[in-house]
């Protein structure tokens, strides 16, 4: 808060059947902040505001229907009330106490009641696309239990609120669960402080200090929003009129508070007495806001004087830290291939969404497509000028559908817009993707299919990677270690040095000449480390390197050398089968690090992997990644001593906006002369960042929506993984793997929880939505083809294409090629989820996405390609009887029209068994959630 803040408390009169007439009165008063008191939370987790009025049972608002925009009326243009609250608890009453009984009995997850009710209540809150309610306000009086004041604050963050802290008295519970709160990237906003009826103290600056050792003494005094009684009769010494309560908080300003904020109680009996009072003036609404005000701004908030020993002694309650190193035994480590954070990640958090925690605390929000400087991309091709900004949704799932610009000239062009080194210092203008894409593709390709580079994947095209980064932690701030391709980054990633290297081919392992070309750099290793200190490792791996070539060998064994020198090194060097076993069984190592299958063009052809690499199909990338993260989870209790870190090697070429930084530590750090097999390539210092990649970081430990940043000034690189990896297990690290690593974060404050999570899963098998949902791109349903009673089942397998078939039991289908709520006359793909036509081949794609097409009579399925037009894959979902843009909901009769020129306007209709398309005909089709 750097604004004054007047708050006041209310009761019945902002209920449903009295705020109307008190509208105008909260309006024009001065306050700032009106706090709805109270809502009760019953033994079965029904809400009820003000003892009488019935909220919320079993997940569904049962309030009056015309509160909401009531509320939301109190901050309409020209208030002075800018924020709501709900207050949960009172003095006196069970609420905190069925709160914890039923988070014992139920968690905190989607499923529970508690989460189930306030989400109920902030969706029937949300009026005109913004929640009316600002954040919940905890008044316990009773319980004051940390535990329980945390898990339930994490769960309402986690749907959007934000919380606020009305102590009694208790100082060090309440300072500890903010502490604790903090710890885990979530910020109470406030401490409304009772300094009435007893309330302990009745003096701010004892609590000033005290949240001091959390929030910083610059913070501390805006952070402690003291609140009086206004008048409610002669028999009580708490009662005051605004005379009074102008000289309480001018003395609280005298003494040196440095207060920004003061809140009123209750509005219940400011209405009651204003006529019938002793007061000089009249104890009115507005009389009120201004006393505190006022009262506020009479002094010259001078510095406060040291603590006392009391508030000394609350500090000391806190100044630990109040969360333990979690009892990881085992990490596991993922690196994939090729892509930038905004071109997979940039859309994790869509309009409206913020992550629930950001840790540290304090920093800026979620760095994606929707925030931040996203310059028009221009190129010039054959002396025209094309542009193209990020656009949301891919084409094809092996987006942009050819390999972009890896090596070190090209990053510089799609960053300086050069091809030449930059001076040093040199901001990123972050504006040449587009130019470098199209030199690329050269003049044979088309415009179209040059701007397919700035297409955004969603988290409908990529749920397995999105899933796992929303329900634990990903960082916007992780960059890899050298701006160039895989060789140099990989090797960073596991030797902290690439010997001098920046682009592929430097010290040639035999593979010259080849895309999959390897290096060896004949360095220590972190096995090499590991070995020495006793640790166990496993690499685990998909192929030989590289594929379709006569190797026998992975990729780390061939590029690694000095991890052969390691006694019985080939022993721990076993096929990914063997992990999937050994997560199942709690047999893994310390440290497991993960080879994927290395796709992409070869002079060959394409070779299909699981990599992510462009232009891989990413189906098998994503299942694979989910068969990882399932093997891990089968077996609990390994898992709740696991962390799984999913990390790209280098961007590939893919577009990100955020500039990289400079400040790169050098592996050999400040030696002018580095003792290196070879010269430093082009002259590179290693002294900037490369790209930013997506890294996520998966345990029970880790709160879900997460996201992660440095805790120093030094950002994230994949240096971080080996100095992470080094201190767990207390190796010294200013003596092995060089400088970069000596100096790099660690990511272990990720780990915020006190207890392992239990509500964890990211692949649930989930309950259809109910009929009337929203469908939006990606959702999950079944085709119901309304004429014959059948619906769109499993594939059959022809000479060529796989085809659909109609039977009683529907597949799991979705739209796909957009982005967010799918409409009526919306242009989809539609896609199944079957495991047979997505069946891994060296050379094969998978065929997922129907289409109409002139060799066959009927439709199949075939692979999506963002290089290709395919509009034969192109369809127009047309709900029956509704106008264009009217939203597709689960239940609706739709018709499926093909967008392909040649078959324009045909309906998707049955053949019998199978789907075609003819013009004229009249099939409906009912969209169904999954059972």
């Keep these: 808060m750097t604004t004054t803040n007047l708050a006041i408390y209310g009761g019945g009169p902002l209920g449903a059947e009295s705020l109307a007439a008190n509208l105008d009165d909260l309006r024009g008063s001065g306050f700032t902040t009106v706090i709805l008191w109270s809502f009760h939370v019953a033994a079965n987790g029904d809400l009820a505001f003000n003892d009488t009025q019935g909220i919320v049972s079993g997940g569904v608002y049962g309030g009056a229907a015309s509160w909401p925009a009531q509320v939301a009326a109190l901050k309409a243009p020209g208030s002075s009330v800018t924020s709501v609250w709900a207050s949960v608890g009172a003095g006196g009453v069970s609420d905190f106490t069925h709160v914890a009984a ?37 008044d316990d009086e009773d319980l004051l239990d940390v535990d329980v004041l945390v898990q339930f604050a994490t769960l309402l963050f986690g749907l959007g609120f934000q919380i606020t802290f009305c102590p009694y008295n208790a100082p060090s519970i309440w300072v500890k669960a903010l502490a604790t709160l903090a710890n885990a990237g979530h910020l109470v906003s406030w401490f409304n402080l009772q300094a009435y009826a007893g309330g302990f103290g009745n003096d701010p600056r004892q609590w000033i200090d005290a949240v001091a050792t959390v929030v910083g003494t610059e913070r501390a005094a805006q952070f402690i929003v003291p ?10 010494e708490d009662s005051r009129c605004p005379s009074s309560v102008q000289s309480q908080f001018a003395s609280y300003q005298a003494a040196g508070d440095g207060l920004s904020g003061g809140f009123l109680w209750l509005y219940d009996d400011v209405l009651r007495f204003q006529h019938d009072n002793p007061c000089a003036t009249p104890a009115t609404t507005a009389g009120y806001a201004a006393a505190i005000a006022a009262g506020l701004a009479s002094a010259s908030q001078p510095a406060r004087p040291p603590r006392t020993a009391a508030a000394q002694r609350a500090a000391d309650a806190v100044t630990s830290a109040d969360v333990a190193a979690p009892p990881i035994d085992h990490v596991v480590m993922l690196m994939l291939e090729n892509r930038g954070f905004d071109s997979v990640l940039g859309l994790l958090y869509g309009p409206g969404e913020a992550p629930s925690h950001l840790v540290p605390a304090g920093g800026p929000g979620f760095q994606g497509l929707l925030t931040g400087d996203h310059p028009v991309q221009h190129a010039v091709r054959d002396g025209r000028t094309i542009s193209a900004s990020p656009a949301y949704g891919v084409r094809g799932a092996n987006s942009p559908g050819k390999d972009p610009g890896e090596p070190y000239a090209h990053v510089n062009q799609q960053l300086f817009r050069s091809t030449a080194p930059p001076y040093a210092g040199q901001r990123p203008t972050m504006d040449g993707f587009l130019q470098d894409y199209c030199d690329v593709l050269g003049s044979s390709a088309s415009d179209e299919q040059c701007k397919q580079l700035m297409h955004m994947f969603s988290p ?28 140099a980054n990989r090797a960073f990633s596991i030797c902290g040095t690439s010997l001098g290297e920046v682009d592929n081919g430097y010290y040639p392992a035999g593979t010259r000449g080849w895309v999959f070309e390897c290096d060896k750099f004949d360095t220590p290793t972190i096995w090499n480390v590991l070995a020495d200190h006793q640790v166990s490792w496993a690499v685990y791996y998909n192929q030989p390197y590289p594929p379709i070539r006569p190797f026998t060998a992975p990729y780390t064994w061939l590029a690694f050398p000095r991890v052969q020198t390691i006694p019985d090194a080939w022993a721990h060097f076993k096929k990914i089968d063997q992990f999937m076993t050994d997560a199942r069984n709690g047999a893994l190592p310390a440290f497991s690090y993960l080879e994927p299958a290395w796709g992409g063009e070869t002079k060959l052809g394409y070779v299909d992997g699981n990599d992510y690499h462009p232009p891989v ?20 209790a390994a898992w709740e001593r696991t962390l799984l870190v999913v990390v790209f090697d280098e961007h590939g070429g893919t577009y990100d906006h955020v500039p990289p930084p400079w400040g790169a530590t050098p592996p050999w750090g400040a030696d002018p002369n580095p003792k290196l097999p070879k010269p430093r390539q082009y002259g590179f210092n290693f002294d900037r960042f490369g790209v930013r990649v997506p890294c996520l970081l998966v345990s029970p430990w880790i709160e879900a929506g997460t996201v992660v940043r440095s805790p120093t000034a030094v950002p994230f690189d994949h240096t971080s993984i080996l100095a992470s990896v080094l201190d767990w297990k207390k190796i010294d690290r200013s003596t092995v793997l060089g400088a970069r690593v000596a100096g790099a974060p660690t990511f272990w404050h990720a780990l915020t929880r006190q207890r392992p999570r239990t509500d964890d899963q990211a692949f649930p098998t989930p309950h259809g ?6 469908v939006n791109y990606g959702s999950r349903f079944r085709l119901l083809h309304l004429p014959s009673g059948r619906m769109v ?48 081949g060296v050379m094969d ?30 369809w127009a979902v047309v709900k029956v009887g509704a106008r264009p843009g009217s939203p597709l909901r689960y239940g609706d009769e739709v018709q499926l029209l093909c967008l392909y020129p040649d078959f324009l306007g045909q309906v998707l209709m049955s053949d019998g068994s199978y789907l075609t398309t003819a013009s004229g005909a009249r099939d409906a089709w009912r969209i169904l959630p999954m059972p």
């Design 793 to 840: 089942s499993s594939v059959s397998k022809g000479v060529r294409y796989w085809f659909p078939t109609l039977g009683t039991t529907g597949v799991e289908l979705s739209f796909r090629g957009g982005y967010g709520a799918v409409t009526s006359r919306s242009t989809v793909m539609l896609r199944t989820a079957e495991a047979a036509v997505n069946a891994p």
């Design 460 to 487: 409908a095209d990529l749920p397995a990677l999105s899933a796992l980064a929303r329900t634990y932690a990903t960082s916007d701030a992780w960059f890899c270690s050298v701006p160039t391709q895989t060789n």
């Design 845 to 874: 794609k998978p065929a997922n996405t129907l289409g109409a097409w002139r060799d066959e009579h009927d439709c199949y399925y075939v692979a999506s390609d963002a290089y290709q037009p395919y509009q034969q894959q192109q």
């Design 102 to 138: 039923l988070i014992a009995q139920e968690g905190i997850g989607p499923d529970s009641i508690l989460y189930r009710n306030f989400a109920a209540l902030r969706a029937a809150f949300t009026v005109d696309g913004v929640c009316a309610i600002d954040g919940i306000d905890f």
């Design 769 to 774: 939505p109910a009929l009337g949902a929203p």
């Design 227 to 236: 609140g009086l009684w206004c008048y409610h009769g002669q028999s009580d």
């Design 617 to 636: 199909d990413v189906t098998h990338s994503e299942e694979m990644l989910r068969e990882i993260y399932r093997a891990l989870r089968e077996n609990q």
